[in-house]
């Protein structure tokens, strides 16, 4: 017996080359997971959710070893995957099974999902018919359809139903892990919950371990015991899922938090806004990559900056370091202030001089001076980069906040 955790993922990493040049030569990585860590306890859902883009999947193909990784380790049930000799992987492979998210690709459509559901049991040795068909018929009864159903064909089933049988082929080896990738992304609303319910009991009866990859928290929120929010290949916080929604820790989780829809009008608006788009992973911005977004960014220490003038400025100053400012469109300093929520004037009277200035520069033109000028307004938060660690008993998040 062991005492650690079914799956143990340590400092992850999968980063692709990129090759450019006639000789194809490497000349930059994508960091598609950059050093992630979590545990998955028997009998425990742990929900990995992000924005699309974030390294969710790939974290998932990463740590079953379907890819290699860069670096760090996957260790389950004690030991380490990538010591394995090859008879130790293929039961790995056995004890460890994934569900994708779409259920139409997952079949062959010549097949009968009993034949496909059999098929990883013929390859992982048991090639008597006879006990491939009682075991096909117990897992399609596990997961709410009939016996029957083996001999009908993927096309007569609906969406629903397929991502069952998706879900009897990966339980039809009795795996100890179940990886479930975006599992109801592709479903109904009222079929996704009759899925998420059948996971639930399928955690409980077998004692199941299963790690829940979804862009959606409010999916997460009915399954999950913890939860792991990414951003740009890094986990930015984790904790026990209700304490999550309850009191997020990282500026990024409240903005997932305040996307999910809420029927009532009393208590919508005054929600974290997310501006702009995931930044492209082969430049990460520096620091704590999601600074360029967030709506709680710390402010330098020498100006005073009221409630939401510093992120307008820094909007700014971003959108002239990426040469993403229209002069012809907004050629007076009004205009300018307007398109980026700027006030008329700082509160601070030194922050508005060199404002003032940069904002001189850019309609004269000299768009490098501007900069030079604003980086006086510069965060802590491009210049370190926050790592993973407690902000409570129970949760831990990634953010400068928190050690300030």
Same mark, same amino acid.
């Given at each position: 017996m062991t005492d650690e955790p079914l799956l143990s993922v340590r400092d992850l990493e999968k980063h692709y080359p990129v090759r450019s040049g006639l000789l194809r030569r490497v000349t930059d990585h994508v960091k598609a997971v950059d050093g992630i860590s979590f545990d998955v306890e028997a009998g425990e859902v742990v929900g990995l959710v992000g924005e699309s883009g974030c390294g969710k999947s790939t974290a998932a193909t990463t740590l079953l070893h379907l890819e290699e990784p860069t670096g760090g380790e996957v260790r389950f049930q004690g030991e380490a995957v990538a010591d394995q000799s090859r008879s130790e992987r293929k039961a790995f492979r056995r004890n460890a099974q994934v569900v994708f998210q779409d259920p139409d690709s997952a079949f062959d459509p010549q097949a009968t999902v009993g034949e496909s559901i059999a098929d990883p049991l013929a390859t992982h040795g048991l090639r008597d018919e006879e006990r491939q068909r009682e075991i096909v018929a117990d897992v399609l009864e596990r997961i709410g359809l009939s016996a029957d159903d083996a001999d009908r064909y993927p096309h007569e089933f609906s969406g629903g139903q397929k991502q069952r049988i998706a879900l009897a082929?990966?339980?039809?080896?009795?795996?100890?892990?179940?990886?479930?990738?975006?599992?109801?992304?592709?479903?109904? &609303?009222?079929i996704q919950a009759d899925i998420l319910s059948l996971l639930a009991d399928l955690r409980d009866e077998l004692d199941l371990g299963i790690l829940l990859i979804s862009h959606d928290l409010d999916v997460v929120r009915q399954i999950c015991d913890r939860v792991a929010v990414m951003y740009l290949g890094e986990i930015v916080e984790i904790g026990p899922t209700e304490a999550l929604f309850e009191d997020p820790q990282h500026p990024y989780t409240e903005g997932l938090l305040a996307a999910i829809p809420d029927p009532d009008p009393r208590n919508r608006g005054g929600t974290v806004e997310l501006r702009g788009d995931v930044p492209d992973p082969i430049e990460p911005p520096s620091g704590c990559s999601f600074h360029p977004r967030c709506p709680r960014v710390i402010p330098p220490d020498d100006y005073a900056f009221d409630d939401g003038e510093? !992120?307008?400025?820094?909007?700014?100053?971003?959108?002239?370091?990426?040469?993403?400012?229209?002069?012809? !469109?907004?050629?007076?300093?009004?205009?300018?202030?307007?398109?980026?929520? &700027?006030?008329?004037?700082?509160?601070?009277?030194?922050?508005?001089? &060199?404002?003032?200035?940069?904002?001189?520069? &850019?309609?004269?033109?000299d768009r490098e001076r501007a900069l030079d000028r604003l980086e006086a307004f510069a965060t802590p938060c491009e210049r370190d980069d926050p790592v993973l660690r407690s902000t409570n008993e129970r949760q831990s998040a990634a953010c400068l906040r928190h050690t300030r």
């Open positions: 082929r990966a339980l039809v080896l009795d795996p100890d892990l179940l990886v479930a990738d975006e599992p109801v992304s592709a479903l109904d &609303v009222s510093y !992120r307008a400025v820094l909007d700014f100053r971003l959108a002239l370091r990426d040469d993403d400012i229209d002069t012809e !469109r907004h050629d007076t300093a009004t205009a300018l202030r307007e398109a980026y929520d &700027v006030p008329e004037t700082l509160t601070d009277d030194d922050a508005e001089a &060199v404002l003032d200035g940069a904002i001189d520069d &850019v309609l004269g033109g």
